[in-house]
């Protein structure tokens, strides 16, 4: 069965400083990926998405994040993080040919912005 | 722009007592999830939902479990007898389907509680 790893589980940044969270994941074959983030109180929105093409998508705020398929990584950057940017972000899988449509998440990242 | 909605936001139960979750998915879409996060844990998928039936279901998803569509807006979630163990966040989720390359798109969640 697929798994997706994030290995950052909190990260504390200043603002203005550059963001990197790693997200792996274990599947060998065609995979779509996601980032989703979550804002205290709130629900999961999509931040970005890869289906197929360029394999770095640029997302809502700022985000980006690049598809490795030789490292079966997907990590999320953005290159000066904001106050507004404090959340926890999940990774998410969906490994298509399985004939499972569910996603598969990460453990989250706490992202802690000090102003 | 549509959303996903889920009622109520939060519930507090008994154990042994059963509970019903509610959401309302975005219209036009066709496949339906339940997720659920224990507190400090990932994102789990519990159950997919197409064409009214059960598509797929986890481990988790067991006989204390069912989902039901009794309308043509509701997508329910049903826990007969409820165990301390199954206090959580629980997530609805929808996605449009036609093809695999459709991002879900998450209601903010029924925070469960269980005492």
């Known amino acids: 069965a697929q798994s997706v790893s994030q290995h950052n589980h909190h990260v504390i940044l200043s603002e203005a400083a550059s963001l990197e969270l790693g997200c792996n994941y274990s599947?060998?074959?065609?995979?779509?990926l996601f980032w989703y983030v979550q804002y205290p109180g709130q629900h999961l929105q999509l931040l970005l998405k890869?289906?197929?093409?360029?394999?770095l998508v640029k997302g809502i705020k700022g985000f980006e994040a690049e598809f490795i398929k030789s490292k079966f990584s997907f990590n999320l950057r953005k290159p000066s993080v904001q106050w507004s940017d404090t959340a926890e972000y999940f990774c998410?899988?969906?490994?298509?040919?399985?004939?499972?449509?569910?996603?598969?998440f990460g453990s989250g990242t706490r992202l802690q912005v000090q102003p | 722009e549509p959303e996903v909605t889920q009622t109520p936001s939060h519930q507090v139960t008994q154990m042994g007592q059963e509970v019903i979750l509610r959401c309302v998915p975005i219209?036009?879409?066709?496949?339906f999830y339940w997720y659920r996060q224990i507190l400090g844990q990932k994102v789990e998928f519990l159950v997919s939902?197409?064409?009214?039936?059960?598509?797929?279901k986890s481990e988790i998803f067991d006989d204390q479990f069912s989902v039901e569509r009794p309308d043509g807006s509701n997508f329910t979630l049903k826990i007969r007898s409820t165990k301390l163990e199954d206090s959580a966040m629980y997530f609805c989720?929808?996605?449009?389907?036609?093809?695999?390359?459709?991002?879900?798109?998450f209601g903010q969640g029924t925070r469960l509680t269980v005492v």
């Open positions: 989720a929808s996605r449009r389907g036609g093809t695999s390359n459709t991002e879900a798109f």
């Open positions: 939902f197409y064409n009214n039936e059960i598509s797929e």
């Open positions: 890869y289906f197929s093409g360029d394999p």
């Open positions: 219209s036009n879409h066709l496949y």
């Open positions: 599947y060998g074959g065609t995979v779509n």
């Open positions: 998410a899988v969906n490994a298509l040919g399985t004939g499972r449509r569910a996603l598969t």
